[in-house]
């Protein structure tokens, strides 16, 4: 793990210290509601009381549907702490295969959901307007002065060796 | 009133008829639409989850291109409005956050100031038009009984988005209501729908979307109503996986609001968009056509 991620988690764990582990924030949960195994309560304990991430891939069960944040009496933003956590194991590499594809074609085209072939044709039989494209040069400097470039690529070296 | 629309990838590409009910039923409300070389919002689950630094500044550039036409951005999809109103809060209440945003940005000769608001259809109708100025284009009341889902990225954060209030939302049942049909409350009205993991998970996806769907089926409505293109995806096609997966029978069709504004408006061509669904209702959608409203005497105007 690099420095700079260890700071991040550091920082996590700053966010997370104020959690009195009341568990609002897992019965708030739809994901937890339907797999106990996936517990954001624990998931913040594990952040605070070893600086470890939570048991592999939980973090990225987290349907993003914001419940747990605004519901936890203490103000602990859950999502933000479970989107840093992501961060990291992308960082290593360990995105869903799912999502890096999702974020290759951010990078290629500047959208994540692309659809099928026959959209096109949709559209313009319902007399809709073609989308004015983003430079792909601009997606290109954007993406790789983020960082963006360099962890879709290690998501994507470790897809090709898994098959 | 004049915005750049952000119509949003899954809008765009997968569900372009409820789009076109947008642009169909703007300019009677003097809504113009502007298009502009977006890219995705970008969304929290992909983009984000990346890299929170590669999110904030993509959705920075999205909002110094309409900065730069001096516009306000429209947003039609609760996911983009959520993902674009939280960068717009962090770059304005972060200043650290900002200057990286610009750092980045000047090297596509733009810049992210802070002046253009992002703002979403839900609150233009309910916050901006209001009741009176929609009514007044009601010519058929569309009779139905529905479930409203706001949408988490509506919702929520409460604090932030300030469209509704996120335990008890009743903005959107005001606006179904306008257009005749009866709001009913539902249990799990603020749930999510699970579209969130369903490309990692999708049996815990389709398991909370079952969970969802009994309990709107709870109170035995006509229809549900969205604010949000994936949430509409989920309910409209993921009803039928949940059906073979669980051996349920949901059949409730679903809609995006301004479908049913153009029709309850008495729009030609509504039967357009209304053919892109996939679980129809069983009574007809539309009561009378146009020509025969024509014909009939005035019965509509006493309340
Ligand atoms: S709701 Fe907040 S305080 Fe309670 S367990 Fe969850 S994170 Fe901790
Ligand atoms: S944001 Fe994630 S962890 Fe929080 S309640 Fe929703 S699914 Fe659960």
Not at chain 2, 130 to 140: L, M, Q
Not at chain 2, 145 to 151: A, K
Not at chain 2, 262 to 287: I, Y
């Amino acid at each position: 793990m690099t420095d700079e991620s260890q700071k991040r988690i550091e920082e996590l764990r700053e966010a997370a210290k104020p959690c009195f582990q009341c568990g609002i924030c897992s019965s708030s949960c739809p994901v937890f509601r339907v797999a106990p195994e996936v517990n954001p309560r624990l998931a913040i304990d594990a952040v605070v009381s070893t600086g470890e991430l939570t048991e592999e891939g939980n973090e990225w069960l987290c349907a993003y549907c914001l419940m747990c944040d605004q519901r936890c009496p203490m103000g602990v933003s859950l999502t933000d702490i479970l989107i840093g956590l992501k961060n990291l194991s992308a960082a290593e590499g360990n995105a869903p295969f799912n999502i890096t594809k999702a974020v290759e074609s951010f990078f290629t085209i500047g959208v994540i959901a692309p659809g099928t072939t026959g959209v096109e044709r949709k559209r313009n039989k319902l007399g809709l307007p073609e989308i004015p494209k983003p430079d792909p040069e601009q997606i290109k400097i954007l993406f790789e002065g983020t960082g963006g470039l360099e962890i879709l690529e290690k998501n994507l070296a470790k897809e090709s060796l898994a098959e | 009133m004049k915005y750049a629309f952000f119509i949003g990838c899954t809008m765009a590409y997968r569900l372009p008829f409820a789009e076109k009910s947008i642009r169909m039923v703007a300019p009677h409300f003097d809504i113009e639409l502007v298009d502009l070389p977006f890219t995705c919002c970008p969304e929290p689950s992909g983009v984000r989850s990346f890299s929170d630094d590669t999110w904030l500044v993509f959705a920075a550039r999205n909002i110094a291109l309409a900065e730069e036409k001096g516009l306000d951005i429209l947003t039609a999809c609760a996911g983009c409005h959520e993902s674009l109103s939280m960068a717009k809060h962090e770059l304005d209440t972060k200043p650290e956050r900002k200057s990286l945003a610009n750092e980045h940005l000047s090297a596509v000769d733009l810049e992210y100031k802070g002046t253009s608001s992002v703002i979403h259809l839900h609150q233009v109708f309910h916050d901006k038009l209001g009741a009176e100025e929609i009514s007044k284009k009601v010519e058929t009341p569309v009779i139905m009984r529905v479930v409203t889902h706001s949408g988490c990225h509506l919702l929520r954060p409460e604090e932030i988005l300030q469209v509704d209030s996120s335990e008890a939302p009743v903005k959107f049942d005001k606006l179904v209501e306008i257009l005749g049909m009866e709001p009913l409350e539902y249990m799990d009205k603020t749930m999510c729908c699970g579209a969130g993991v369903r490309g990692q998970a999708s049996d815990i996806s389709f398991s909370i979307l079952k969970e969802k769907l009994d309990s709107m089926a709870m109170v035995n409505p006509d229809a549900a109503v969205v604010f949000c293109p994936t949430c509409f995806i989920s309910f409209e096609s993921g009803q039928r996986i949940v059906n073979r997966m669980f051996g349920t029978e949901f059949k409730i069709p679903v809609y995006y609001y301004t479908e049913l504004l153009a029709v309850a408006m008495g729009l030609p061509e509504v039967e357009e968009f209304l053919a892109g669904h996939r679980v129809k209702p069983d009574f007809p959608l539309v009561h009378k056509s146009a020509a025969e409203q024509q014909v009939q005497p005035e019965n509509t105007t006493s309340q």
